[in-house]
């Protein structure tokens, strides 16, 4: 299957391209706050509108229970959640999930500059807005 057929897979094949390219370039050890750094400088060079530890407000009921601070959110639609772990693991794929589920945004990308650099690809459809 092509990822032309993907949502927003022109932005997303933007983002992991910038990701190989700063994982090339900096490689594995540093904190996650360098890569966002730089994954910011390379999707802006790559001409992208990016948000830098946009807020996510939580609702429960309609009622505000807690925020949380998004990575990046590149042009609008998509949630980019960068770790720095030695690997991945489940509690990743769900922070990225629940991210989705608190916005109107329904693509995300989980980006790890782990000692092999990896990714995935998360979708979630959610009619409610609240970002």
Same mark, same amino acid.
């Given at each position: 299957?092509?990822?032309?057929?993907?949502?927003?897979?022109?932005?997303?094949?933007?983002?992991?391209?910038?990701?190989?390219?700063?994982?090339?370039?900096?490689?594995?050890?540093?904190?996650?706050?360098?890569?966002?750094?730089?994954?910011?400088?390379? *999707?802006?060079?790559?001409? *992208?509108?990016?948000?830098?530890?946009?807020?996510?407000?939580?609702?429960?009921?309609?009622?505000?229970?807690?925020?949380?601070?998004?990575? *990046?959110?590149?042009?609008?639609?998509?949630?980019?959640?960068?770790?720095?772990?030695?690997?991945?693991?489940?509690?990743?794929?769900?922070?990225?999930?629940?991210?989705?589920?608190?916005?109107?945004?329904?693509?995300?990308?989980? *980006?790890?500059?782990?000692?092999?650099?990896?990714?995935?690809?998360?979708?979630?459809?959610?009619?409610?807005?609240?970002?």
């Amino acid at each position: 299957m092509k990822s032309n057929n993907y949502k927003h897979s022109d932005i997303t094949e933007k983002i992991i391209s910038c990701f190989y390219k700063v994982y090339n370039n900096l490689g594995y050890g540093f904190l996650e706050k360098v890569y966002e750094n730089a994954m910011y400088i390379e *999707l802006r060079r790559m001409g *992208l509108f990016v948000e830098k530890q946009k807020q996510i407000i939580v609702y429960y009921e309609n009622q505000k229970v807690g925020e949380y601070y998004a990575d *990046l959110i590149v042009s609008e639609s998509v949630i980019v959640e960068l770790k720095a772990a030695e690997s991945l693991c489940e509690e990743h794929e769900f922070q990225l999930i629940n991210y989705l589920k608190a916005t109107e945004v329904e693509v995300g990308l989980l *980006l790890n500059f782990g000692k092999e650099p990896v990714f995935k690809r998360k979708v979630f459809t959610n009619k409610i807005n609240h970002i």
